[in-house]
């Protein structure tokens, strides 16, 4: 489904630095398909199996880790809530519950060799590889407002914001890029 985008104002596609070095590049997540999961507790082992043979995974992330499985990707926000991005699945209601946050949020991949320290600018939490490897993720704050973050590779993050702060976090994250220099690319 095509949605506006929150960010449409101010998205200027293009490169933007003092210097001749880009070190960083943003590129808004078009069409969003967010669907999370909050499982009944004792019904976790039957989630679990449903999830595996649905998804065609080996096995479930654990808390705050993610899979992603070609244009797919199922992560672990909570003990028992999942994230699942860009699949629909059917779930019974004795199991667990379903909600759409496609709408509720605006996500934003944040790539290149400065990265990390870029978002150690905003984010109260250690980035570095050894406590924050790939496919990990954490629910943290910019400026006062709860984010989603997930690491999908080295220097690539994924970082989920809700819409309504969406383009107010969008100018404080391009005014701290602009000491490493960005590139805005097309949707």
């Known amino acids: 489904m095509l949605r506006h985008s929150a ?3 101010l998205y200027k596609v ?7 070095k880009h070190s960083l590049k943003f590129k808004e997540i078009k069409n969003l398909e967010i669907t999370q999961i909050a499982c009944w507790p004792e ?3 039957e989630l679990n199996n449903l999830l595996i043979k649905k998804l065609n995974i080996n096995n479930i992330p654990t808390f705050n880790k993610g899979i992603v499985v070609e244009k797919n990707s199922l992560w672990r926000m909570e003990p028992l ?3 699942l991005f860009n699949r629909e699945i059917e779930i019974s209601d004795e199991i667990a519950t379903t909600l759409d946050m496609s709408h509720a949020f605006t996500g934003i991949e944040i790539k290149g060799d400065s990265s990390t320290l870029f978002l150690n600018r905003h984010l109260p939490i250690d980035l570095r590889n050894n406590n924050f490897p790939d496919l990990s993720s954490a629910s943290t704050a910019i400026h ?3 984010v989603k973050l997930f690491k999908i590779s ?3 993050y994924c970082l989920y914001i809700p819409r309504g702060f969406a383009l107010s976090i969008w100018e404080i ?4 890029a602009d000491q490493f220099g960005y590139e805005v690319l097309d949707r």
């Open 7 to 9: 960010l449409e104002t």
């Open 14 to 20: 293009g490169k933007y630095s003092r210097y001749e």
């Open 43 to 45: 019904k976790l082992n």
């Open 81 to 83: 809530k999942f994230w």
């Open 144 to 146: 006062h407002v709860s």
């Open 154 to 156: 080295l220097n690539n």
């Open 173 to 176: 994250l391009l005014e701290t």
